[in-house]
């Protein structure tokens, strides 16, 4: 069934149920150019930060059914052709199915359902965050997207000028935004969100926190909460930060073909 480059949630969630059978960019990294630039893409509109998706991005959309039937999206990063990383807290007890939506050439779209999905066994939610908040997603079929490897070879730190994409509100389409870290410790990175440059919100959590360096782009954190409800000014941004031992070899374990720089 074809589709427009402009997808919108609904259209996803039919395409998903319907295959489940009825269940370094520029000088400025805050140019539309530069953010989308980052994952290969160029950009939908000249002063914001819509990409037009293709599958030349390494972020993808991640469609999860509930036990009870209810659709869910996250955002998600390729690692190889059949595993996707993402949040833990995406995926609840009882998940029934989860899938990735997929454009192809001709313009219409094909699904890629989860052959199987594995959490963190250390996954936890306290008051201050959710802790190694990981997930890998083993699917039954190979994507066409590029993966993105894992950055371990530059530790994160504070000042670091960072890229976020996802799915997420409010347009429902892939968006890449910039960042700068303000928050590093042995479980997160993350920022306070002061109404300049970008903020994850709702729908991209399980997208990526990365970095560009010598114009290959690193995997160093996976969008997992906020303070924010309406994700706005004031937000205490938080990525669980790949790079932690425990997270990394969780990661490596699960996607043993996922690379490293």
Known sequence: ????????????????????????GGDNPSSPASRCGTLGL???????TECAYSPSSPVVPVLIQSASGQMGLCSGTVLSPNRILTAAHCISAGTRRIGIPVLLSDGSVADVLASRWVLHPGFRVQSDGFYNDAAVVTLSGPLPNPNMALLISEPAAVGQSVFIAGWGEPVYDIVAGNATLSIVNSNHVGYIYTGRDSNTCRGDSGGPLYRSIGGRMGLLGITSTGTAPNCGERDQALF???????????????APEAQVF
Do not use: D, H, Y
């Open 240 to 254: 669980t930060n790949i790079q932690t031992p425990e997270v990394l070899n969780f990661i490596r374990a699960q």
């Open 42 to 48: 160029t950009p939908k509109i000249f002063n914001g």
């Open 1 to 24: 069934m074809a589709r427009s480059m402009k997808w919108c949630l609904a259209a996803l969630v039919t395409v998903f149920l319907a295959a489940c059978g009825g269940g370094g």
